[in-house]
Structures are given as structure tokens and as C-alpha cells.
């Protein structure tokens, strides 16, 4: 709560002084090569020193996202998710400097394994929170609408449908229009028994732990400040290959969508 306070009331006073979100971005930017540079450097001055500057980049994020003013097209929104990916990259470039300096080796192929742990992590979750594709639309003809996986034409359509599947329109469509609720199916009929839960059903996690359980960008960005300080960037390495993993396994087995859901 104190840091959305902070951040929406920054952004309010840096938009009275005409700044938008585009310059928000190049000064997280900015604070990327500040930090790449002090953890470059050995000594634990350069880690803290760096750690600060991984602040500035989540202050100017969480400023960004207050904001007002500013464009919102989608070129926009993906120069910034570009840029938001540039700045923890240069952050690692700045780490793997640093390790080469103090004499520290296979530095690199750690850094290689963070980098291909995190791109997995991000394609599995960007996939996965995807919207469902629209269903095809029926032909000009008036004829019943294609389904996937089953062929068309003259014995396409003696084949069964897949199940699940109604000709002739969506009910969900249906009560979207009507302004009809949809009724919410439960996952399990086991009942629960004086607040115990099933047995073989995964409990609910708490929304902030799921949130840290899915390593995003200021958990991962926390860990690296953490861990350069204590011990050094290898370390801060394995601790983002180990947290992208715990990521996909935990998108894998319990979706954070389907908790938003919940």
C-alpha cells in the first residue's frame, strides 16, 4: 500500500512538470547502466551501491504505471516491455563484468543459463495468460460453423463433433450479450469438511505468495540485490535459474490465472 501511495503520488508531481511515460522509461534505462556499472566493480560498496540503483528502476516502473499522460498504443506498450527487458539484461551484463574481474569462473555459462531460465519462465506465463481464440465464425451460407481438429467437406461433416462443441452459437457469447451471470462451476464435488481441504486438491495460496512464486522482474531484481551482497554473482545466478524453475513448475501445476479466477 505505501509503495502505490509513493508511486501515484510521484507520478502526479512529475506530470505536473510534463513528464510522461516514455521519459520514465529512459531514466529506468539510465539507472540499468548506473547499476551495471558498480556491480562491475568489486568490493561490497559496488553491490550496494548497485542494489540502489535496481530501486530506482522499480520506483520508475511503479511511477510509470501511475501515470496519466503519455501515449498507450500498442508500439508504445511494446517499447517499453522491450525496454523493461533491456534494462535487467544490461543489469546482468554489469554482473557477469563484475565476476570476470574478481578472477571467477564459468561466470558465463551461468549467465547463460539465467538468461535462457528467464526467457522460458516468460514465454510459458505470456502463453498461458493469452486469451482462449475466438471461435470460427458459420459460413456466408448460413451453413453450421468449422470446428478445429475435424475436416470439412462432404465427409467432414459425417464425422462426430468433438464434445463440448454446439452448432449454431456460443452460450457463453449468449450470456455475455444477455447480461447473464455465469454460474460458477466448483473444480472438485468432494465436499469440504470443517474448513479441511480434499484430499488431492492443492490448497490456496495466499495472492502474494503465488505473485512471488511467479519470480517477476522486482522479485528477480530483490534476489540479485540480496545475493551480491552476501556472496557474489555466480550465486545471484543459480538464484535466478532456481526461481525461473520454481516459476514454471508452479505455472505448470497451479496457474496464476486460474487463482485470479478463483
Not at 508504445?76 to 571467477?104: F, H, N, R
Not at 475466438?134 to 462426430?160: K, V
Not at 540480496?226 to 505455472?251: K, N, Y
Request: charged letters at 15%; proline letters at 7%; a positive charge.
Amino acid at each position: 500500500m505505501g509503495n502505490a501511495t509513493l508511486g501515484r503520488s510521484t507520478a502526479r508531481l512529475l506530470e505536473r512538470r510534463h513528464v510522461t511515460r516514455t521519459g520514465m522509461t529512459r531514466v529506468g534505462v539510465l539507472a540499468a547502466i548506473g547499476a551495471a556499472v558498480w556491480f562491475s566493480r568489486e568490493g561490497t560498496a559496488g553491490a550496494l551501491i548497485g542494489s540502489a540503483f535496481l530501486a530506482v528502476i522499480l520506483l520508475c516502473d511503479a511511477v510509470r504505471s501511475h501515470m496519466e499522460t503519455g501515449r498507450r498504443d500498442a508500439l508504445t506498450l511494446w517499447l517499453a516491455t522491450m525496454l523493461d527487458q533491456l534494462c535487467e539484461y544490461i543489469v546482468y551484463i554489469g554482473l557477469v563484468l563484475g565476476a570476470v574481474s574478481t578472477g571467477s569462473v564459468g561466470v558465463w555459462g551461468w549467465a547463460a543459463g539465467a538468461l535462457i531460465a528467464l526467457a522460458l519462465r516468460d514465454s510459458l506465463l505470456i502463453a498461458r495468460s493469452a486469451p482462449a481464440a475466438a471461435e470460427p465464425a458459420s459460413g456466408s451460407a448460413g451453413g453450421p460453423a468449422s470446428f478445429p481438429g475435424r475436416p470439412e467437406g462432404l465427409f467432414g461433416r459425417l464425422l462426430p463433433r468433438p464434445p463440448g462443441r454446439v452448432e449454431g452459437g456460443s452460450p457463453e457469447l449468449t450470456g455475455k450479450l444477455l447480461g447473464a451471470k455465469r454460474p460458477s462451476v466448483p473444480r472438485s464435488r468432494t465436499p469440504v469438511v470443517a474448513g479441511r481441504v480434499p484430499s488431492g486438491a492443492p490448497a490456496p495460496l495466499p495472492a502474494l505468495f503465488r505473485r512471488v512464486l511467479a519470480f517477476p522482474q522486482p522479485v528477480r531484481f530483490s534476489a540479485i540485490a540480496v545475493t551480491t551482497v552476501v556472496a557474489d554473482a555466480r550465486i545471484a545466478f543459480v538464484t535466478l535459474i532456481i526461481g525461473c524453475a520454481v516459476a514454471v513448475t508452479g505455472e505448470l501445476v497451479a496457474p496464476i490465472e486460474e487463482h485470479a479466477r478463483e
